[in-house]
């Protein structure tokens, strides 16, 4: 079954902090995205990435990069957190094929204080 | 660019009651329509989709079709469950293999026994 795992589901990081949240699949996607779901914003993206490094902005890429070295792990870095970024962060990923479904793990919950 | 507006929620059913969770899209060329669904502390997963004008996506009782003379894609269930509960974001796909998937900002779904 298609697994994709995010490393932390809670952390609670102080501001001013690097912060990296880890994403592994393990479908061979090409695809992989992160977004953050915010109450009343729904989700948006921050960066996705259709290859080994590669990597395209988002909606919301401020305040945010992003890592893929190996083609099953993506990587969300806060490079200096601030409490704005206190977010549900989801990492998704799909084939590059059009159509092919997101499957998404079940999220990090980021608390910057 | 793309969009997605989704009814204003919050959504409380009685359990056997109908189901309609209307969503109306903006967006150029010919997009494939998608309905993901979040169960409590879960990430997002695919319930259904449709590729073409007058597809009609189903899957676990639920059902949406592909208006292109409306550009909607409304979600139905002729008789909902406590299972049922969950958030529900209806999506879009425009592009080729490096676009990306537009949410709207999802509605909470519940429903009591």
Redesign the interface.
Known sequence: DVKVTQSSRYLVKRTGEKVFLECVQDMDHENMFWYRQDPGLGLRLIYFSYDVKMKEKGDIPEGYSVSREKKERFSLILESASTNQTSMYLCASSLITRNSPLHFGNGTRLTVT | GDSVTQMEGPVTLSEEAFLTINCTYTATGYP?L?W?VQYP??????LL?A?KADDKGSNKGFEATYRKETTSFHLEKGSVQVSDSAVY?CAL?SG??????T????ITLSVRP
């Open positions: 494939s998608f993901y502390g879960e990430g997002l997963q695919l989709k590729t974001f796909w080729g293999a490096n676009s990306k998937l949410f709207g900002k999802g």
